[in-house]
């Protein structure tokens, strides 16, 4: 077996309990066996050496690692020491030597102040002459385990290799808690984002090593109790697809946070994670035109909603109704999956309920029908470029519509009811009501000024006739 334990001074005031975690995070992608202990990680890799080529390889690579993701200022915070044991390395960590120096020393030649379960008996042995673990090893055991107790011995034992070491293997926890005690305290926003970046990096640590991106997390920061500034405040930040981009999350909070100076300086600074999903595996590519270029439209929309509003930015959302001026909705863009698609703009595939020209027997088209203009039948079948919100009056000289001048009815009557069944209409408290009923007869006209309009003539038994503007085509 050959263990290597690690010690990091992390580049922030986070916690160490939070810095030992993203260091095993780490030390998990080179081999499944990590122990912590109070002061370091151990991670046994006598089965990983081969594939890293070898140890020195090993820890090249997980310098470079740590370095690169910002958990150390520099790649000489991170401290690493071996043995064939984790107590020896653990005890070669603890001398605070250079890493050539340390693999010199002899396991019987390493201070009894390095191993724990001698630290509460160090006067003593001291006094008895015993600095090394060999000075111990060579007391009578007897004696040692009458007047130090048998624990002693089994830890020497343990560290030389002559009894066999039982550990806890480090799982990697269900959900992300750290905090950071930050020097001097926060007392503006900009202090806060520093703090929250510093906890970001440690985040994306754990969400690579899960293979998670996050949904939803809690930016909590508070004053001093002393000063009774009151609750801690906490921020919670809710994104429309999974990530790991922290550099996108981190301005979130930036459009979130409050602005100007706080009561009191915050001291404690806490990130948790509320909710995460797999991430999808995405391969890598060698062609420029593949790569993305910039945030993508789910981020784009986040940032707007952060800075505008959620009420100011929103999506067009086809309805199962269907009159034209029914068949679609805005709604605020938060309220939509962000993997809905665009829906289809053919007309063909929402108007069902309007019969195409020509299949009203003894139907005509009405004054004016085809003057100085002949369209084929397919233009029916599609929707205007602008359809108005509400259908406008138009006036009638004789039986001919007008707008802006007369209007030549060119192709048309489509025939539009909805009655029965299509007529029920789910309110906002979900009951049911049922609508008036819809009798239009569609025609694609010609104005003069206007151009290609719109229009329909209402068929209500026993009412006068009414010509409406419903849209233009471009």
């Known amino acids: 077996m050959?263990?290597?334990?690690?010690?990091?001074?992390?580049?922030?005031?986070?916690?160490?309990?939070?810095?030992?975690?993203?260091?095993?995070?780490?030390?998990?992608?080179?081999?499944?066996?990590?122990?912590?202990?109070?002061?370091?990680?151990?991670?046994?890799?006598?089965?990983?050496?081969?594939?890293?080529?070898?140890?020195?390889?090993?820890?090249?690579?997980?310098?470079?690692?740590?370095?690169?993701?910002?958990?150390?200022?520099?790649?000489?915070?991170?401290?690493?020491?071996?043995?064939?044991?984790s107590l020896q390395a653990l005890a070669r960590?603890?001398?605070?030597?250079?890493?050539?120096?340390?693999?010199?020393?002899?396991?019987?030649?390493?201070?009894?102040?390095?191993?724990?379960?001698?630290?509460?008996?160090?006067?003593?042995?001291?006094?008895?002459?015993?600095?090394?673990?060999?000075?111990?090893?060579?007391?009578?055991?007897?004696?040692?385990?009458?007047?130090?107790?048998?624990?002693?011995?089994?830890?020497?034992?343990?560290?030389?290799?002559?009894?066999?070491?039982?550990?806890?293997?480090?799982?990697?926890p269900e959900a992300f808690t750290a905090h950071l005690q930050w020097p001097g305290g926060v007392e503006q926003a900009e202090g806060l984002l520093r703090a929250a970046e510093c906890l970001l990096q440690h985040l994306r640590t754990w969400l690579v090593t899960r293979k998670l991106g996050v949904l939803g997390l809690e930016l909590g920061w508070q004053s001093d109790s002393r000063r009774n500034a009151g609750d801690p405040r906490v921020l919670p930040l809710r994104l429309r697809e999974a990530s790991q981009d922290m550099g996108h999350v981190l301005r979130l909070l930036s459009e979130h946070l409050p602005v100007g100076r706080w009561d009191a300086p915050a001291q404690t600074v806490s990130l948790r994670s509320l909710e995460t999903a797999p991430l999808a595996e995405r391969s890598g590519t060698l062609l420029l035109e593949d790569q993305q270029r910039g945030e993508s439209l789910e981020q784009l929309l986040e940032r707007l909603e952060a800075r505008l509003g959620p009420a100011q930015i929103r999506r067009w959302q086809p309805d199962d109704r269907h009159e034209p001026e029914r068949m679609q909705q805005w709604l605020p863009a938060s309220r939509l999956r962000h993997h809905e698609s665009a829906p289809s703009t053919e007309f063909s595939a929402r108007s069902r309920s309007i019969a195409p020209p020509g299949s009203l027997a003894g139907s005509k088209a009405g004054p004016g029908a085809g003057q100085g203009l002949a369209l084929p039948a397919q233009w029916a079948q599609l929707l205007p470029t602008w359809l108005l919100s509400q259908p406008q009056p138009l006036r009638l000289q004789g039986d001919r519509p007008w707008y802006q001048g007369p209007l030549a009815l060119l192709v048309g009557p489509q025939r539009l009811e909805v009655a029965g069944w299509m007529l029920a209409d789910r309110g906002e408290d979900g009951d049911r009501r049922m609508q008036t009923p819809v009798l239009r007869d569609y025609f694609i006209a010609r104005s003069a000024r206007a151009g290609l309009l719109w229009i329909y003539r209402e068929r209500r038994p026993r009412v006068q006739t009414a010509w409406f503007l419903h849209g233009i085509f471009a």
Request: one cysteine or more.
């Open 2 to 85: 050959l263990w290597i334990a690690l010690r990091a001074w992390p580049a922030d005031a986070v916690s160490i309990s939070a810095a030992r975690a993203s260091l095993a995070c780490h030390a998990l992608r080179y081999t499944p066996r990590v122990s912590l202990s109070h002061d370091a990680v151990l991670m046994e890799v006598a089965a990983s050496l081969r594939l890293f080529g070898g140890l020195r390889s090993l820890l090249v690579q997980l310098r470079e690692q740590v370095t690169r993701e910002d958990l150390v200022e520099h790649s000489d915070n991170l401290q690493a020491a071996a043995g064939p044991t």
């Open 93 to 172: 960590l603890r001398l605070q030597r250079p890493w050539r120096e340390t693999v010199r020393i002899a396991a019987v030649d390493l201070p009894l102040a390095t191993l724990d379960a001698a630290q509460s008996h160090l006067p003593l042995l001291k006094r008895l002459g015993c600095q090394r673990w060999q000075d111990l090893r060579c007391l009578p055991r007897q004696g040692v385990a009458r007047r130090f107790g048998q624990d002693l011995l089994d830890a020497l034992d343990q560290a030389l290799g002559e009894r066999p070491e039982s550990h806890v293997w480090w799982q990697v």
